[in-house]
């Protein structure tokens, strides 16, 4: 069995291609979209609660920062801001209909290129990938759930 610390190493090295390979799938985006604003987009869409601190706090800037993309993002009409309708001070980030397409839009080439790339891999090695990334998604979920994650 190998060291740990090689298997990391593996995994970095792996994770360079995905990303990689996740790149390229954004840049034949229709239209293309900065990482920082596709970030935005990505977390307004998770989560329907978003107000400006929130989205601030989840890209780790300051709130004048996260302003500036919105207002970007505002303009291309990807996303509205509206008035909380329980605390009128609050503004409310939402998704237009537009950027809702393009995140699926994205969702889809994603997976079509990874299909190209899975479809390269042996069938066994592929069934061998999915448990892996199982076993590593919930050593992942156990040690967030312990806080023994350390921030990179």
């Known amino acids: 069995m ?3 610390a090689d298997v ?10 995905l990303a990689a390979v996740l790149e390229r799938a ?7 979209i900065p990482p920082a604003q596709l970030r935005v987009l990505t977390i307004v869409a998770e989560n329907r609660q978003t107000n400006m601190s929130r989205l601030a706090e989840a890209l780790d800037v300051v709130p004048s920062s ?3 993309l919105c207002d970007r993002l505002e303009a291309t009409g990807l996303l509205r801001r509206v008035a909380d309708p329980r605390d009128r001070r609050e503004v409310r980030l939402l998704l237009t ?5 393009l995140l699926a ?4 080439r994603r997976r ?9 891999m ?17 050593a992942a979920t156990d040690a967030r759930a312990d806080g023994d994650l350390r921030s990179a």
């Not at 990391?8 to 291609?17: G, L, Q, R």
């Not at 042996?122 to 919930?138: C, K, M, N, S, Y």
């Open 2 to 4: 190998e060291h740990a």
């Open 105 to 108: 839009d994205l969702r889809d």
């Open 26 to 32: 954004r840049q034949g985006q229709t239209p293309l």
């Open 97 to 101: 209909a537009a950027a809702r397409r």
């Open 66 to 68: 996260a302003s500036r």
């Open 8 to 17: 990391a190493a593996a995994i970095e090295s792996s994770v360079e291609s």
């Open 112 to 120: 079509e290129v990874l299909t190209e790339v899975l479809e390269r």
């Open 122 to 138: 042996p069938v066994t090695a592929r069934q061998d990938l999915v448990r892996a990334l199982r076993a590593f998604e919930v």
